[in-house]
């Protein structure tokens, strides 16, 4: 099993910064890919950003060029670095790993960006 802690949500006015943590409880590079989900109150949840275990990015588009999701030297954590922050990007954002054949999630941060 992988064990997801996320960290890092909070209140941000539009335009502002905030950083996502995402500590998991193995070794990132045994996953092939980890990411980033939100989900908007009345919405579906939707995929935000992925890295490889190579460190390939990849990334919806409506936050291409304001968000980027990195791994952290410890071997267990990926960030998501989100600037130029908007009232959409409001949500609770949820960390991700596939690993042998089942979804993990972690409990989720809220991120409240308001106008």
């Known amino acids: 099993q992988v064990e997801l802690v996320e960290s890092g949500g909070g209140l941000v006015q539009a335009g502002g910064s905030l950083r996502l943590s995402c500590a998991a409880s193995i070794t990132i590079f045994r996953i092939n890919a980890m990411g980033w989900y939100r989900q908007a109150p009345g919405k579906q949840r939707e995929l935000v950003a992925t890295?490889?275990?190579?460190?390939?990015?990849s990334y919806a588009d409506s936050v291409k060029g304001r968000f980027t999701i990195s791994r952290g030297n410890a071997k267990n954590t990926v960030y998501l670095q989100m600037n130029s922050l908007k009232p959409e990007d409001t949500a609770v954002y949820y960390c991700?790993?596939?690993?042998?054949?089942?979804?993990?999630w972690g409990q989720g941060t809220q991120v409240t960006v308001s106008s």
């Open positions: 991700y790993a596939p690993w042998g054949g089942s979804d993990y």
């Open positions: 890295i490889t275990s190579v460190g390939r990015p």
